[in-house]
């Protein structure tokens, strides 16, 4: 079983950034993938992005390319999701998940808010 911690949230101002962090710890030796999704209020959470746990493999939906990056550090166990040029329609709660090779997206974070003001 792996655990995830999602940091970084908060309130900024259209056009401003964050960085969101995913603390992983546990079985991360069964790690294949990580990824990125939000919900925002009266919606399904949708992928923001995903990065393979080794390798160079590493995707951010169309929408969001150009203002979103997603990145990790195996040495810490930590990935990460720099926000760029942030608008008010990024507004949700963002959450930190992970797959291992075999399963679906079966371990997911708390969740961290991000609200966006104009």
């Known amino acids: 079983q792996v655990q995830l911690v999602e940091s970084g949230g908060g309130l900024v101002q259209t056009g401003g950034s964050l960085r969101l962090s995913c603390a992983a710890s546990?079985?991360?030796?069964?790690?294949?993938?990580m990824g990125w999704f939000r919900q925002a209020p009266g919606k399904e959470r949708e992928a923001v992005a995903t990065?393979?746990?080794?390798?160079?493999?590493?995707y951010v939906v169309d929408s969001l390319k150009g203002r979103f990056t997603i990145s990790r550090d195996n040495a810490k166990n930590l990935v990460y999701l720099q926000m760029n040029n942030l608008k008010p329609e990024d507004t949700a709660v963002y959450y930190c998940?992970?797959?291992?090779?075999?399963?679906?997206?079966?371990?997911w974070g708390q969740g961290t808010q991000v609200t966006v003001s104009s």
């Open positions: 998940a992970s797959r291992n090779l075999v399963s679906t997206w079966g371990s």
């Open positions: 546990g079985r991360t030796s069964d790690l294949y993938y």
């Open positions: 990065i393979k746990w080794t390798g160079d493999s590493a």
